[in-house]
């Protein structure tokens, strides 16, 4: 209904079609959301693994696991998705040329977040961190920007690059 009501609005005041071409707005990239979903996935992990250890759960720690997993797999995703846009709209040419295993490393990203959704495995959540942290020190790079690596704040505490700035 509303297509059509919009579609006989066109045919009387003909509206100039809008185009987009990037999923974000030009030049606001940033694989730190990929990095901190990355670290959620491994922060659900060992919090999933603290259940496991139980004998048994309570209605309450069955319900909390319901969540835990959910959220996991929901963070696997963002990491898919917010690497997908990256690669997708921000890699071009001279990017590629700079790195020329792109293609390969955002391919074994997509595989270790599917591994991480499908397991509960902390190893897999180890493996998505130092892809995504690659993939992070590739993105800056390509920027001509130089990165560190630090410990993040809170658990589960691993190691992220960051851009160096200012």
């Known amino acids: 209904m509303i297509y059509s009501i919009f579609k006989s609005l066109d045919l009387v005041m003909d509206f100039t079609p809008a185009d987009a071409h990037c999923d974000i707005p030009c030049k606001i990239y ?3 959301v990929a990095q901190i979903a990355t670290l959620s996935v491994i922060r659900f992990i060992d919090l999933i693994q603290e259940l496991e250890k139980k004998d048994k759960l309570t209605l309450a720690e069955q319900a909390t696991l319901s969540r835990l997993v959910q959220e996991k797999e929901s963070h696997a995703t963002k990491v898919k998705e917010e690497i997908r846009v990256i690669w997708g709209d921000y890699f071009k040419q001279p990017q590629f040329t700079q790195f020329p295993d792109t293609n390969a490393l955002v391919h074994n990203i997509m595989l270790t977040a599917s591994s991480c959704k499908q397991h509960i495995s902390r190893d897999h959540g180890e493996k998505l961190l130092k892809l995504v942290n690659e993939f992070s020190a590739n993105f800056w790079a390509t920027k001509g920007i130089s990165t560190f ?9 691993m190691p992220v690059i960051y851009p160096k700035l200012g």
């Open 30 to 32: 940033d694989p730190q």
């Open 149 to 157: 690596s630090a410990d993040c704040p809170y658990p589960p505490s």
